[in-house]
């Protein structure tokens, strides 16, 4: 009964059935000019007003309808990316796989694309593609209803203009919103081997907005997961770390496991699905990231990682000290060694940048250092430039039952405390630790004899 009233107020055909786009009133979607910002405005009047059609796009409108605040907007239009370029004084053309032109209005930095058009196999238009069909290169311009029909999910297709605060809806995304769910525009195998990220962003949206994925948007997922293999690391770690960073990244690595993404896409995720101290331990890190999203606090994308990968890092960091193979590594250097592998396996799917990666490195090599609570060591821990990150990843680790929590309570009290209450904390010397420093003898410098010559 509520599905056939949806249906009926905002329009929603059959599927798959061509026809004029849904106006959608603001009685009916209540999205009103001043929800927008400031720069979005501005960027879509200044187009306007130079006889082009503009509206702000995609995941903005989705969010406003569905409650939620946006993170940035986005603006499509009719005019070429020269020609916006002009619009603007503070305007840049960037991309090479598309040209989007990014227009700066005081801190905002709107992003304004072209309308895509169809791909013509006859006509000149053939996208740049690779031998599995992943769209390389594509610059090709269209109209307002045939960009549309390239965009991915029907609730990312709305069009919305704040001069008459009116949607214009092709794909009754607006009645899919309602609907909690999420439809592939066109035929998913295609959509999705054009761009496999899609796949993922399937997921991401599902749990960010609340949706359910439509069956036949679904279906495809397991049997073209390995698709993701030919995605770009780079691209695949952005992808990532929206997914991670969207403030709903539980439910997303839930999502990754019940569609079947979660095997071979993230080598440790094979690894901590699997057993249930590694699952407790990444499960307690997401949720506090969630957490701090929902607070409005920064967060760590090296951090993030570095929990993620932890319980690889352990496997090979047992595995290369009790090795029978080969000699076998100090504690601390065989550490660096399994730091070193598990993040070069990694790299080889997800393009790490330097910067996380060396965060990541301190964060893990200051683990061992908090078992060293005697003599003038915990001191030099505290001094170390990384140290609230290590030890927020103590306490996670105590907290997922990994280590004893006696060690996390130890380094609470010794960093809340200070002067004489801080040495008294101190452990005494173990034996194997006190043993004293051979004293050198002093060198002898020979004088030359009176009659040698210098």
């Known amino acids: 009964?509520?599905?056939?009233?949806?249906?009926?107020?905002?329009?929603?055909?059959?599927?798959?059935?061509?026809?004029?786009?849904?106006?959608?009133?603001?009685?009916?979607?209540?999205?009103?000019?001043?929800?927008?910002?400031?720069g979005s405005r501005r960027t879509v009047e200044t187009l306007q007003q130079q006889g082009y059609k503009a509206y702000v796009v995609g995941g903005a409108v989705r969010d406003l309808i569905a409650g939620l605040l946006p993170k940035d907007y986005d603006v499509a239009?009719?005019?070429?990316?020269?020609?916006?370029?002009?619009?603007?004084?503070?305007?840049?053309?960037?991309?090479?796989?598309?040209?989007?032109?990014?227009?700066?209005?005081?801190?905002?930095?709107?992003?304004?694309?072209?309308?895509?058009?169809?791909?013509?196999?006859?006509?000149?238009?053939?996208?740049?593609t690779d031998a599995q069909g992943r769209v390389l290169r594509d610059n090709v311009f269209g109209s307002e209803k045939e960009d549309a029909a390239r965009r991915d999910f029907t609730i990312n297709a709305l069009y919305f203009?704040?001069?008459?605060?009116?949607?214009?809806?092709?794909?009754?995304g607006v009645a899919d919103l309602k609907q909690k769910t999420l439809r592939m525009i066109g035929d998913p195998q295609t959509r999705y081997r054009e761009d496999p990220v899609r796949m993922l962003r399937a997921v991401r949206l599902s749990a960010k907005v609340g949706l359910n994925i439509d069956p036949a948007t679904e279906r495809p997922i397991r049997e073209m997961s390995e698709l993701i293999e030919n995605v770009p690391p780079s691209r695949l770690f952005?992808?990532?770390?929206?997914?991670?960073?969207?403030?709903?990244?539980?439910?997303?690595?839930?999502?990754?496991?019940?569609?079947?993404?979660?095997?071979?896409?993230?080598?440790?995720?094979?690894?901590?699905?699997?057993q249930p101290l590694g699952e407790r331990f990444v499960a307690l890190a997401l949720a506090k990231t969630d957490r701090r999203v929902h607070e409005?606090?920064?967060?760590?994308?090296?951090?993030?990682?570095?929990?993620?990968?932890?319980h690889e890092v352990l496997a090979k960091w047992e595995a290369l000290t009790s090795s029978r193979e080969r000699p076998v590594p100090s504690r601390i250097p065989a550490l660096f060694l399994a730091m070193d592998e598990v993040l070069?396996?990694?790299?080889?799917?997800?393009?790490?940048?330097?910067?996380?990666?060396?965060?990541?490195?301190?964060?893990?090599?200051?683990q061992p250092r908090f078992e060293q609570r005697s003599g003038k060591r915990p001191y030099g821990v505290l001094e170390?430039?990384?140290?609230?990150?290590?030890?927020?990843?103590?306490?996670?680790?105590?907290?997922?039952?990994?280590?004893?929590?006696?060690?996390?309570?130890?380094?609470?009290?010794?960093?809340?405390?200070?002067g004489d209450d801080r040495a008294a904390m101190l452990l005494p010397v173990k034996a194997h630790e006190a043993k004293k420093r051979r004293r050198r003898k002093p060198r002898v410098v020979s004088q030359p004899d009176a009659g040698e010559v210098e």
């Open 77 to 128: 239009t009719n005019a070429t990316p020269e020609q916006v370029r002009r619009c603007f004084r503070r305007a840049r053309i960037i991309g090479r796989r598309f040209q989007i032109v990014h227009v700066m209005m005081g801190s905002e930095t709107i992003e304004v694309t072209t309308f895509r058009g169809h791909h013509d196999q006859h006509g000149g238009n053939k996208a740049h």
């Open 1 to 38: 009964m509520i599905r056939k009233f949806i249906n009926r107020v905002f329009g929603r055909k059959a599927h798959g059935e061509s026809g004029d786009p849904a106006a959608i009133g603001v009685g009916k979607h209540g999205i009103h000019r001043e929800a927008i910002s400031h």
């Open 296 to 310: 409005g606090k920064t967060i760590s994308p090296g951090f993030l990682f570095a929990t993620l990968l932890w």
């Open 161 to 172: 203009d704040p001069t008459s605060e009116t949607i214009i809806d092709y794909h009754h």
């Open 344 to 366: 070069d396996v990694q790299a080889e799917k997800l393009a790490i940048t330097r910067r996380i990666a060396g965060d990541i490195k301190d964060i893990w090599a200051m």
């Open 238 to 274: 952005d992808e990532m770390l929206k997914l991670l960073t969207s403030g709903h990244a539980v439910r997303c690595v839930q999502q990754l496991r019940s569609v079947g993404l979660h095997h071979g896409l993230l080598p440790m995720l094979d690894v901590i699905l699997e």
């Open 384 to 418: 170390q430039p990384r140290f609230r990150a290590g030890y927020d990843f103590l306490l996670l680790r105590a907290e997922s039952g990994e280590v004893d929590g006696e060690l996390a309570q130890w380094w609470t009290d010794f960093t809340n405390c200070d």
